[in-house]
């Protein structure tokens, strides 16, 4: 079930992005992204849209995204046991129906966020240097005027 993110939810969120980050980035240090934990938590607090995948009868967040004021996708993130499942395509067609243009950040190492990305109609459209991370930052964004048909995984059935 797909829904609106609370505050309760935020706790779990934090835990989901740490472990999603670290993995996806083997050469960033740990540290790096626990000193972003507070970005983290004022930019899903402000965030125009922020949904959350829940599986089963538990009702915590096993995935979520969020978006902010600017159509940035800042956030999409999946818990490892529901990775595979279609529940990241699940929130992204969701998000994609509220905004018809959005744009994500990531480093140039998220092989698997930029293919996911790619999936769903994001295309690269900039490089910048990230001298923190030691690697390029990329911008993809995604316009629905430019996206033919959904592409990626069945999303399942909510």
């Known amino acids: 079930m797909i829904r609106q993110a609370s505050r309760a939810d935020l706790e779990r ?15 960033v240090p740990r540290h790096y992204w626990q000193s972003r934990l507070g970005d983290f938590r004022r930019r899903c607090k402000v965030s125009e849209c922020s949904l959350v995948y829940t599986a089963g009868k538990h009702r915590s967040a096993d995935g979520f995204a969020a978006v902010d004021r600017d159509g940035a996708l800042t956030f999409l993130c999946v ?9 990241g395509s699940a929130l992204m067609e969701a998000v994609k129906r509220s905004q018809p243009q959005l744009e ?25 240097p990230n001298p923190a991370a030691g690697q390029a930052e990329i911008l ?3 316009s629905a005027a430019n996206d033919p048909a959904p592409r990626g995984a069945q999303a399942p059935r909510m």
């Open 13 to 27: 969120m934090e835990q989901l992005w740490l472990y999603s980050v670290i993995t996806a980035h083997p050469s």
């Open 79 to 87: 818990t490892p046991s529901e990775a595979g499942h279609g529940i």
């Open 104 to 128: 994500a950040r990531l480093l140039q190492e998220n092989l698997l966020g930029r293919y996911f990305l790619q999936q769903h109609g994001f295309v690269e459209t900039e490089r910048q």
């Open 140 to 142: 993809m964004s995604y």
